[in-house]
């Protein structure tokens, strides 16, 4: 059998921490950050975590299943 191929945008996008968690950079804070409060992009600093709805497939990616 060949082996499966990880996907390349998903390994650079995604990170596994040390227990197992997915997680990854939020959206939304590259530019046109003026009209945006501090709040709002004091939270987006912090990495989010991939949900159980989408981690079967975001894992399939990565080639963890």
């Given at each position: 059998?060949?082996?499966?191929?990880?996907n390349?945008?998903?390994?650079?996008?995604f990170?596994?921490?040390?227990?197992?968690?997915?997680?990854?950079?939020?959206?939304?804070?590259?530019?046109?950050?003026?009209?945006?409060?501090?709040?709002?992009?004091?939270?987006?600093?912090?990495d989010?975590?991939?949900?159980?709805?989408?981690?079967?497939?975001?894992?399939?990616?990565?080639?963890?299943?």
């Open positions: 059998m060949p082996k499966v191929k990880t390349s945008s998903a390994k650079k996008r990170k596994v921490t040390g227990s197992g968690k997915i997680t990854f950079q939020k959206a939304f804070k590259r530019h046109i950050l003026t009209k945006k409060s501090t709040k709002r992009k004091r939270s987006l600093r912090q989010g975590v991939v949900s159980d709805a989408n981690l079967h497939f975001v894992k399939r990616l990565l080639g963890m299943k």
